[in-house]
Each structure stands twice: as structure tokens, then as C-alpha cells.
């Protein structure tokens, strides 16, 4: 019969000492929680404790007796913002919107840094690389007055200027039709971001060892033969990172952009609404806490599910570009 | 190394063939007119005659020009300039506040030795994941901090922001020889002498970079007015140009005596277009003159830091 074994005990401090682990903890450490407290404190008030507040998209919120004391309406929020056409509009525009920009970023950003890479002149590179870069630092108010100035119906280049080129003597009235919409925004979009990506894909091209591409050479390989082969391949790791961490926030539309530019015309809402206006629109302007709230849930958890997961996939490509 | 800087290190396979080089530098060309023009076009509808421009429109070659615009602006300049007030000064301590707050909290989860990094790690990285959106937030700064028409209210939501946390503690952990700290505590050293005499000197691209991404932030945003401030006094440059937008008479600074002026003679007519162009120019000037100067360490701290995305 065995022996039951008894569990090692904790070996006995020696004599003449004490543990002092955790006074000696808060001595080496104490300053550090000093130094992250005003972080955590700022961090307190502006996401985590409005993250409990989440729960007033579950509430009738009556706000003489206050949000603590409003009625509890369970899901009944939730089924009337999905009764009506507008979640599944939202849904649609913003999910479409990013995904359009997410490929453009792509396309574009790699195109331009190929071809900065490829032209001789390392001073005319510079020179568009800066003026490529611009856009990215302007407001949103800025384009929108730049935007302005192209689609003004009266006065604009476009209807005044470049259309009569082309033969065409009526004004479009851009800010009210809704149907040009998904062809400017992306095309503003692309203009003020692809600076980043440019630069981005631009540097990882250029860490490419020349000796790749000697030996190319060598074997014979065009210069096309070599840029799907050599350049692409190799550069798969950032594309994938740059193009999950989008991904991960196609719930997440731009605010500026599609408030902004469009200059929040209502009768553009249904190819510009997207989950943020709508979220926007619904609680600021129109008070309907109930309606906007639930959207605002919605946007979080889906959002957060997907930049959870997108980040997971990014950990098993490259970890050191993720969040965890 | 990747540096963009040093031309020499631009490595090609073989030089493209003359052609394809003219091709792409046309094509360049054509892209940086697209992106100079519009702003090209703002400047000179600004400094056009009112008429003209409503006449013949938006034009990079107006048939007469005028200085009127600039001159509205000059006389009422009371708003714009308050506006910038705020701007500058949201941007400058906004920036200064939020760096400190920043590396004081990246700096202890960067250090290897501390056990319990990891919690607060995640505290930080969960708001990226997670944000509760903007009806939790509206309510907690105007119901619960009662910020509403304050200025702190511009300031406070973008002090801390996790992703810029990350990029400077990857920076002080890799950067920031350990070896280094632990000889400073030999020499009995405490931590806030080490973080302020070593840690902080050494981290300067690191601060510059993010102190320019913050100072972006606080500059360009509107945002954070619109939403909360609804007095005419607090609000900074970008939303004035965005209401100027909006109706023009918000530029003026008495709107009351304007209406008297048209009351009594109606055929007074700001000269809204030419003036709004104007606004603009004042919105982006400063930006376009400090753009070169900054650009490069821009795209420094965007390609040589782990800024990705």
C-alpha cells in the first residue's frame, strides 16, 4: 500500500530572516503605480467607465428620473432599430465604404511605392513622395472646402469649368444626389490617406537585399518577372498586416469623411450613412437615445469581435505587429 | 536599414529603361498637381473679386483680383483669431500633458522587471479593442464631468491614446539599454531620476514622433467641439472654418449688427465666397509652412519606430 505523499511544505524561512516580499514590492514598485495612476485615471473616465453605460441602449432613458432609475426594456431597442431599413443601409454602407478603401489602399499604396522605387531620379522621388504626403495632414474641414470647391453646383470647377468641356451645359447638383457619392468618396478618401500606406509599403520594398534582385538578373528575370516574384512576395508580410488591421475596423467609418465632405446633406444619407453618422445623427441631433445607443452597441461588439479576431490572425504572422 | 533619408541607400534591381522612368514621372507630376491644385485653387478664389467669382466661378485664374476678401477677415477679426487662441493653445498643452502621461505610464509596463506589467499592459490595450462609443461618452463628459463649453473637454479624450503607449514602450524596452538602468539603481539612483535623467533623453525620436501624431490630433480636430462646446467662444479654428461653411455669418463677430446692416440696406452682400476661401487659407497656412519641416520626421517616426497601422 503507498504511502500517501504529503505535499512539499513551503520551505521554512531561514532563521534570522524575514519574508518582506511585499513590503520590499510596494519600495521597488510603489513609484510606478505613481506614475501610471493619472494614465489610469484619464483612462477611467473616458473608456471604461463609459463602457458600463453601454447598458442605457437597454433602457427606456427618462432623463428626469435619471438613466440609473429609467425603465428596463431589455431588447426592445435592439428590434426596432433592426426592423428598420436603416440598420441593414448602415450596415451595408459602411462594411461596402471600407472595403472599397481597404483595396484601394492596397492597389494604390503598393503601385505608388513601386513606382518611387523604381524612378531614377532619388530627388524628383522625394519631391512627389512630399507632395503625395500633404493631403494626409489636412483636416477634414479643409477637404471638405477643397471638395468644396470642385462640386459647388453654382460655382465649382467641375460644373462651371470642366463640365462645359465635355459638353455637358447642366449642372450636377452633387451635394443632393445621392448616387455619385460611392465613386467621390473613395477617390477622396484614396487622395488623403495613400501618402501613409505609400510610405509604409515604400519602406518595406526598400529593405529588400539587392542580392535578390542581382541574382534575378543574372538568370535572366524582366524587371516585371522580378517585381511579381521578388519584390511582392517578400513584401506579403506587411501587406497582410497593414491590410488585416483595416479589416479589423471595417465596422469603423471614418467620421470626418463621410460627415464632413458630404457635409452632412440629408439627402445623400442613403449611400453615406454609416453607422457613426447614423449613431451621431440619432442621439445629438434628433435625441432619440434609445435607437442611437443600440447602434452604438451593435458597432462596439461586432467591431470588437473583429479586431479581436483580426489581431489573432495577425499573431500567428507576424507578433510583433499585434495589440496582444 | 531602411533609412529614407540617405538617397544612397535606395537600393534598385537595375535601372528601368528611359521610357518607363518618363512614364512614372509624368505620372508623378500629374498626381502632384492633383494634390497642389485644390489648395492652389483655395488661394486664388480667396484673393479674387467677389463678382467675378460668382460670375465665372471657382477659377485658378480669376479675371480680377482683389483683396477684399482678406480685408472682411481683418476687420472682424475677433472670432478667428480667438479661434486660434484655442487651437494653439489646446495643441500646445494637449500635447505636452498627453507625452508626459504617456511614457509615465509606458514606461514602467516596458520594464522587464516589473511583474505586474502585463495586467496593465492589457488595461491599455483593451481600450483599443473595445470602445463603448459615442452615447456613453457624450454623457459621462456633459452629464457626469459637466464639461460641456469647457475646454478641457477638448483636451482630456485625446490625452491618453493606447496605440501611441505601445509604440513608446516598445521603444523604451528595446531601445533603452537595461543594463544601463540597473547600473543607475547600483549607483542609487531612484526611478523617477532614472525615468527623467536617462530613460526620457534617450527616448527623444520616440517623443517626437508621437508628440507630432498628438499635435495632429489636437490640431485638426473639430470634432470635440461640435459635440461639446456650444457658446461662440470656445471653439477652435477647424470648427469656426466648418461653420464659416455653413453659413457665413458666423464669421462675423456681432451677428446682430450685421442683420442691422442688411436690414438697412439690403443689397449689402458679404462677399461670402471669397471670404469662406479666405477662412480657409487662414485654416491651412499654418499647416502647409510647417509642413516641410516636419514631414521628415514624420515619415521617420512612421518607417524606423513600430508604428504600423
Not at chain 2, 499592459?121 to 456633459?142: D, E, H, K, Q, R
Not at chain 2, 464631468?145 to 473637454?153: D, E, F, G, K, T
Not at chain 2, 498628438?214 to 470656445?234: A, G, K, P, Q
Not at chain 2, 471670404?275 to 516641410?292: D, E, H, L, Q, S
Amino acid at each position: 500500500m503507498e504511502q500517501a505523499v504529503r505535499p512539499a511544505q513551503p520551505a521554512l524561512p531561514e532563521p534570522g530572516t524575514r519574508p518582506r516580499q511585499n513590503i520590499g514590492y510596494w519600495r521597488k514598485y510603489g513609484v510606478f503605480y505613481l506614475m501610471m495612476a493619472p494614465a489610469l485615471i484619464v483612462l477611467l473616465f473616458n473608456n471604461y467607465l463609459p463602457m458600463l453605460g453601454s447598458v442605457i441602449a437597454f433602457k427606456n432613458v427618462n432623463y428626469q428620473v435619471g438613466i440609473l432609475r429609467s425603465p428596463w426594456i431589455g431588447w426592445d431597442n435592439f428590434d426596432y432599430l433592426f426592423r428598420t431599413t436603416d440598420a441593414w443601409k448602415i450596415t451595408r454602407n459602411t462594411i461596402l465604404y471600407n472595403a472599397v478603401f481597404i483595396a484601394l489602399n492596397l492597389i494604390v499604396g503598393v503601385a505608388f511605392a513601386l513606382m518611387f522605387q523604381a524612378m531614377r531620379s532619388r530627388r524628383m522621388a522625394k519631391l512627389h513622395q512630399t507632395m503625395m504626403f500633404l493631403p494626409y495632414f489636412l483636416s477634414w474641414v479643409i477637404i471638405t472646402y477643397l471638395v468644396y470647391g470642385f462640386l459647388n453646383p453654382d460655382i465649382g470647377v467641375l460644373n462651371k469649368t470642366v463640365l462645359p468641356w465635355f459638353g455637358v451645359k447642366e449642372p450636377v447638383f452633387w451635394y443632393t444626389d445621392p448616387k455619385w457619392w460611392p465613386i467621390i468618396l473613395p477617390i477622396v478618401n484614396t487622395w488623403k490617406g495613400i501618402g501613409y500606406y505609400a510610405v509604409f509599403y515604400l519602406a518595406a520594398i526598400v529593405g529588400i537585399d539587392r542580392e535578390y534582385y542581382e541574382a534575378a538578373t543574372i538568370d535572366g528575370a524582366s524587371r516585371w518577372r522580378q517585381i511579381r516574384s521578388i519584390t511582392i512576395p517578400l513584401i506579403r508580410p506587411v501587406i497582410i498586416v497593414l491590410t488585416l488591421l483595416q479589416i479589423g475596423r471595417i465596422f469603423y467609418a471614418d467620421f470626418g469623411l463621410f460627415y464632413q465632405v458630404t457635409r452632412n446633406s440629408g439627402s445623400l444619407y442613403d449611400t453615406t450613412l454609416v453607422i457613426d453618422t447614423y449613431v451621431y445623427q440619432g442621439f445629438i441631433v434628433t435625441g432619440d437615445v434609445g435607437m442611437s445607443s443600440a447602434a452604438g452597441l451593435y458597432q462596439a461588439v461586432v467591431g470588437f469581435i473583429l479586431v479581436f479576431v483580426s489581431n489573432l490572425i495577425i499573431r500567428r504572422i507576424s507578433r510583433d505587429d499585434a495589440l496582444f | 536599414m531602411t533609412s529614407l533619408q540617405a538617397g544612397r541607400k535606395w537600393r534598385k534591381a537595375d535601372e528601368i529603361s528611359p521610357g518607363a522612368d518618363i512614364l512614372i514621372n509624368v505620372f508623378f507630376w500629374f498626381y502632384t498637381a492633383i494634390c497642389a491644385l485644390p489648395l492652389l485653387l483655395v488661394l486664388m478664389v480667396s484673393f479674387s473679386d467677389e463678382k467675378t467669382v460668382l460670375l465665372e466661378g471657382y477659377s485658378l485664374f480669376p479675371s480680377k483680383l482683389s483683396l477684399s476678401a482678406y480685408d472682411f477677415l481683418l476687420r472682424d477679426w475677433l472670432n478667428v483669431v480667438r479661434s486660434y487662441g484655442i487651437s494653439i493653445f489646446v495643441t500646445a498643452v494637449g500635447t505636452v500633458v498627453s507625452l508626459a502621461l504617456m511614457a509615465m505610464f509606458a514606461y514602467p509596463i516596458s520594464r522587464r522587471d516589473f511583474k505586474h506589467r502585463g495586467i496593465f499592459s492589457f488595461i491599455m490595450v483593451f481600450t483599443i479593442l473595445y470602445n463603448a462609443g459615442l452615447v456613453p461618452f457624450y454623457i459621462m463628459y456633459t452629464q457626469v464631468l459637466h464639461l460641456q463649453n469647457s475646454i478641457l473637454a477638448l483636451m482630456i479624450p485625446y490625452l491618453v491614446q493606447a496605440f501611441f503607449v505601445l509604440v513608446m514602450r516598445t521603444f523604451f524596452a528595446n531601445s533603452v539599454p537595461y543594463e544601463l538602468l540597473e547600473s543607475a539603481k547600483i549607483d542609487g539612483a531612484g526611478e523617477w531620476r532614472i525615468f527623467g535623467q536617462i530613460v526620457l533623453p534617450l527616448s527623444l525620436p520616440v517623443l517626437a514622433s508621437v508628440g507630432l501624431l498628438c499635435t495632429l490630433n489636437y490640431w485638426n480636430d473639430w470634432f470635440l467641439s461640435m459635440l461639446f462646446i456650444n457658446d461662440n467662444i470656445h471653439i477652435n479654428i477647424q470648427y469656426r472654418m466648418y461653420k464659416a461653411l455653413q453659413d457665413i455669418q458666423f464669421l462675423s463677430s456681432n451677428a446682430s449688427a450685421y442683420s442691422a446692416i442688411l436690414a438697412q440696406n439690403p443689397n449689402f452682400q458679404l462677399p461670402s465666397e471669397t471670404v469662406r476661401m479666405a477662412m480657409a487659407v487662414v485654416g491651412i497656412g499654418p499647416i502647409v509652412f510647417a509642413y516641410p519641416f516636419f514631414q521628415r520626421y514624420f515619415i521617420q517616426g512612421l518607417t524606423v519606430g513600430a508604428v504600423k497601422g
